[in-house]
């Protein structure tokens, strides 16, 4: 098959993945947490002792000096240290009534190390699902011309990112324009179209905007872009220019299973539950509770709490999830015709290779095989044995 014919065909299928943006004119409501909040650890140290008694914002657990990223993470809610443990910290309390009134710092006098301690200080990670620190980003380490704060959000179901575009563009453009200044980049585009699913790939955004292609396993800084989550770009506004550090942002809770579908922004370590409770969730109707999107989500744990890439909360029912049973493989060949990086897929998930590891998790191939195979979990089991050996 040609190369345009191929590009046809991907387009094709990738057209058939349904928006579902049901809640894309629904404004985003605060939601106050039921009394307590987990933050999990992640290897981090803690700050904090169980019996403290903390203040939003302070910090409660960071990165030891020696190790490679530096992570931060703060107190979500006025409260006390409940309980700590290898895997979490548990505070019981409530949100602040207001965030503290602080001084403005303008932007313009801000030195690029400046920037980038603020983002490391106040715990900022990519909030588009990867979590990757955001100072780390914004480090001047190749010579980068491009910022692309990327509002594509082409995933069915999410608007979170939509309606803070719409209501607070002007702090997002903020954010684009802090890290302008630290990557010493002449230009920064705010990109919200959804051309098709998945578009928002870092790799295929940077292709579509730029006309540059991001080499394999390579990043967009190897070509002079740096790729932000729009939610990231308000949180480097919030932490450079009112000195708040990462304490909340903004969930898409949809799907059939829940009566009051919206956007909420609920402070990080909520339950999942409670979410869920606020908009009405009817569990008999619920086949499964998805994080993140419906094509790259995930079934939620018990006792789950939302982090600070969780950009979805779905209660889906039977029909959404289209349920089918899962049959031999055809060996049709459309897993293969519907990747946007052209890998074999249905081999590399019997015969793991190198090539698994260009795998993004999008996928396509499993909406689109006719034998309903759990294609996705078997791609990540390959890129898992090869990690093993790479």
């Known amino acids: 098959m040609s190369l345009l014919a191929r590009a046809a065909t991907w387009l094709g299928l990738a057209a058939e993945v349904p928006r579902r943006k049901h809640t894309e004119d629904v404004a985003i409501t605060d939601l106050a947490p039921p009394g307590w909040v987990t933050l999990a650890r992640g290897g981090v140290q803690a700050e904090v002792a169980p019996g403290d008694v903390v203040r939003a914002g302070q910090l409660v657990l960071r990165s030891p000096a020696a190790a490679r990223w530096q992570l931060r993470r703060h107190a979500s809610v006025d409260g006390q240290v409940r309980s700590l443990d290898d895997d979490t910290l548990v505070l019981a309390g409530t949100p602040p009534a207001a965030p503290a009134v602080t001084a403005h710092r303008e932007p313009g006098g801000l030195s690029p190390a400046a920037i980038v ?129 990462l304490l909340s942002r903004v969930v898409t809770v949809a799907g059939q299973a829940v009566a009051r579908p919206g956007n909420l922004r609920v402070a990080i370590g909520t339950p999942v539950a409670h979410l869920l409770a606020s908009a009405g969730f009817q569990s008999e109707k619920a086949k499964a509770v998805i994080i993140g999107g419906a094509m790259m989500g995930r079934v939620a744990e018990p006792g789950e709490a939302v982090g600070p890439g969780t950009g979805g909360v779905l209660a889906l029912t039977a029909a959404e999830l289209a349920e089918r049973a899962e049959r031999p493989c055809l060996r049709c060949g459309r897993c293969q015709e519907a990747c946007p990086v052209d890998l074999p897929v249905v081999l590399l998930t019997e015969r793991p290779g190198p090539a698994a590891l260009s795998c993004i998790d999008c996928g396509l191939c499993q909406f689109v095989c006719p034998s309903a195979l759990p294609l996705v979990e078997r791609m990540r089991r390959a890129k898992e044995r090869e990690l093993e050996w790479d």
Not at 150 to 165: A, K, W
Not at 219 to 238: C, E, F, M, T, W
């Open 117 to 245: 301690e603020a983002a490391r200080e106040a715990g900022l990670v990519g909030l588009g699902g990867a979590m990757f620190p955001t100072y780390a980003k914004l480090l001047p380490l190749h010579p980068v011309d491009t910022v692309i704060v990327n509002g594509c959000e082409s995933e069915p179901y999410l608007t979170c990112d939509h309606r803070v575009l719409v209501e607070q563009r002007a702090e997002v453009e903020c954010g684009m324009h802090l890290a302008m200044r630290a990557l010493g980049a002449e230009r920064g585009l705010v990109i919200e179209r959804e051309a098709y699913y998945p578009a928002g790939y870092e790799r295929f955004l940077v292709r579509d905007a730029l006309g540059r292609q991001v080499p394999p396993r390579g990043l967009p800084r190897d070509v002079g872009a740096v790729v932000i989550n729009v939610q990231s770009a308000l949180a480097l506004h919030h932490a450079v220019c009112l000195g708040r550090p």
